[in-house]
């Protein structure tokens, strides 16, 4: 079968996250960068799938030439061809998805469709919760995005959603879309070998393009710190007393 | 008067899902500020009362589609059936409930409408030719302020992030059948079964959490959590760095990609408190950190804390309970 896995490379916070001076962006001078969680897991899907099925698995991302380290990771992980859209400035979503409506046309156009297309749910930075849905009403394929299990067998994806109560099923005729989320699978370390293949993995530039969407950041802040006023019940053992007061009061007893 | 402020009822199987009524209360507002009336639409078959209740939240009119298919929830139908809705109403702006369905039933009005789309918002300013908002980025980490140009705007509430408030006066609420035309293609991303869970209380409903972090040091030692936890008909949750040593499945991580939870009490257990967490665990009414490092970034934002090692903490505050309890 024919996986497609689309990643976004997003900054890998610590504990706080800071902001350029002109609001525009997350100061990412001491940062490290990441693959979206939900992708990393939805990688991981991907190259499962292929290993369980046979075929090959593509990762792409659309995003500043520097994602070339996120493709890289994905092969060193599983995954055959590597495709980077790149773009200098980040785009809103419904410019994205339309740039990767088209790089997918261009893909399936030389090598056939895929069977499957990932996505993660939502990105880490933006939560846009949107480029997947986008990507496969204009393909016109079927999407249910929080998947926490997918199998694929004889043309269908049967996938399971966590709710409140428990689970929901749903089964995808292929070729389908899904956004996969994070707990679904617990994702791989390269191997040294991976590692060293990665380096070597062929990574393809696309040129791609598409029009503004309707959603513009103006900039982004930081929301107002709650005033650190944490109250000290005690230290060690001897504060469990101070601790039953406190559940007391507030009716948690 | 303007158009209708149109919200989308999250309902699963007819039962009302509270976030719908955080919609409602926005709306409200909304409806204030485009001198417009609430209006609500709700796809598929609602439970009786459920117009009453959306009527007590300033629902004038209530659109109901219905029809043999529209049998349980699916992203795609849904999001069709609402976009002919908002073509024949043209309302003045569509609010739905920031949740996995919420989210993905607006994302699929946009792409169907060709239209923006912003997600989990915090404030909404309608102005000339759309609005400006304000929404939660990194999960609510970090704010944008954005502008959206539209002529119908589509957003979704973040949820939690206001309390649903009852209309000062209930209004008497008129239902309107809608017809829409049925894709039948669409039932293809409907649900087609599930799994419910026998135990009753969820990490997402659970009045307490014990949650534990890196600190806990492996899966034994969650013992005294679930210890607490039991004793006060709370469950155990867990920091990322917990889920991806395999201590604990993901179904119990909270933060940004687990569960957001809001619970009574929330007990942070050697949780260091990385912004991913935070977020997850922010809508807890009392937090309580427990962690030997005073400087912990929980320390510093929760409103208790003990200085500590929670495995000999814990265990302290369930005998202390139990000994109370006689």
């Known amino acids: 079968m024919r996986v497609l896995v689309c990643v976004k490379r997003v900054p890998a916070p610590g504990a706080r996250i800071n902001i350029t001076a002109d609001g525009q962006a997350v100061d990412t001078a001491h940062l490290a960068f990441t693959t979206s969680p939900h992708e990393e897991c939805a990688v991981e899907s991907a190259a499962q799938l292929v290993e369980e099925h046979g075929g090959e698995a593509t990762v792409l991302t659309l995003g500043p030439a520097a994602s070339e380290e996120q493709l890289r990771y994905a092969a060193s992980v599983g995954i055959q061809r590597c495709v980077l859209a790149s773009v200098s400035e980040e785009w809103d979503p419904q410019r994205t998805a339309t740039g990767i409506v088209s790089v997918i046309g261009e893909l399936e156009a030389t090598d056939g469709p895929f069977d499957l297309i990932l996505f993660g749910n939502e990105s880490a930075d933006a939560g846009g919760f949107q480029v997947g849905i986008r ?19 004889e043309g269908h994806a049967r996938i399971e959603r966590a709710t409140d ?29 991976g590692r060293l293949a990665s ?24 929301p107002p710190e709650r005033e650190s006023s944490t109250v000290i019940l005690g230290h060690g053992p001897e504060a469990a007393a101070a601790v039953v007061d406190l559940l007391d009061e507030i009716g948690a007893l | 008067m303007s158009a209708p402020v149109l919200v989308v009822v999250e309902h699963d199987r007819g039962d009302l899902m509270p976030a719908t009524l955080e919609a409602m ?11 417009a009336p609430v209006e609500a639409l709700a796809v598929g078959d609602v439970a009786a009362g459920t117009t009453d209740r959306l009527g007590e939240f300033g629902g004038g009119v209530v659109h109901l589609v219905t029809d043999e298919l529209l049998t349980d929830y699916g992203p795609e139908i849904w999001a069709d059936c609402v976009t002919q809705v908002v073509r024949s109403l043209a309302p003045s702006i569509v609010i739905a409930t920031g949740t996995d369905r919420g989210n993905e ?31 939660v980025r990194w999960g609510g980490s970090l704010l944008e302020q954005a502008r959206l140009d539209a002529e119908i705007p589509l957003v979704t509430i973040a949820h939690h992030s206001i309390e649903p408030v009852p209309a000062p ?22 649900v087609t079964g599930r799994v419910e869970r026998t135990a009753g209380i969820t990490l997402a409903t659970a009045p307490v959490v014990v949650g534990g972090g890196r600190g806990v040091g492996s899966a034994d030692g969650f013992g005294p959590l679930e210890a607490l936890a039991s004793t006060l008909g709370g469950v155990v949750g867990c920091s990322r760095a917990v889920t991806n040593n395999g201590w604990r499945n993901h179904a ?14 929330y007990f942070a257990c050697g949780i260091s408190g990385a912004i991913q967490h935070w977020v997850g665990a922010m809508a807890s009414k009392h937090i309580i950190a427990i962690n030997t490092d005073g ?21 302290a505050i369930t005998e202390e309970i139990l000994r109370r309890r006689g």
């Open chain 2, 295 to 315: 400087d912990a970034n929980m320390v510093h934002r929760a409103g208790y804390a003990v200085i500590g090692d929670l495995h000999v903490v814990v265990p």
């Open chain 1, 165 to 193: 109560a428990g689970l929901e099923t749903y089964a995808l005729t292929l070729p389908a879309v899904i956004g996969i989320k994070e707990g679904i699978n617990l994702p791989r370390y390269p191997t040294m070998r």
């Open chain 2, 169 to 190: 006066t209930p209004t008497a609420v008129v239902t309107s059948a809608l017809p829409v035309e049925i894709d039948q293609a669409l039932t293809r991303s409907m």
């Open chain 1, 135 to 153: 990507v496969a009403h204009a393909l016109d394929r079927p999407i249910v995005n929080g998947a926490k299990g997918l199998t694929v067998e």
């Open chain 2, 105 to 135: 039933v607006m994302a699929g009005v946009a792409a169907r409408l060709d239209a923006p789309f912003a997600a989990n918002c915090i404030e909404v300013r309608p102005t000339e030719g759309g609005v400006d908002l304000t929404r």
């Open chain 2, 252 to 265: 119990d991580q909270v933060g940004q990609t687990g569960t957001r939870i809001a619970p009574d009490v």
């Open chain 2, 25 to 35: 209360t926005i709306a409200r507002d909304l409806a204030l500020a485009y001198d």
């Open chain 1, 199 to 222: 380096k070597k993995a062929d990574v393809v530039t696309v040129e791609v393009d598409a029009a503004a969407g309707g959603l513009r950041k103006v900039m982004l802040e930081r």
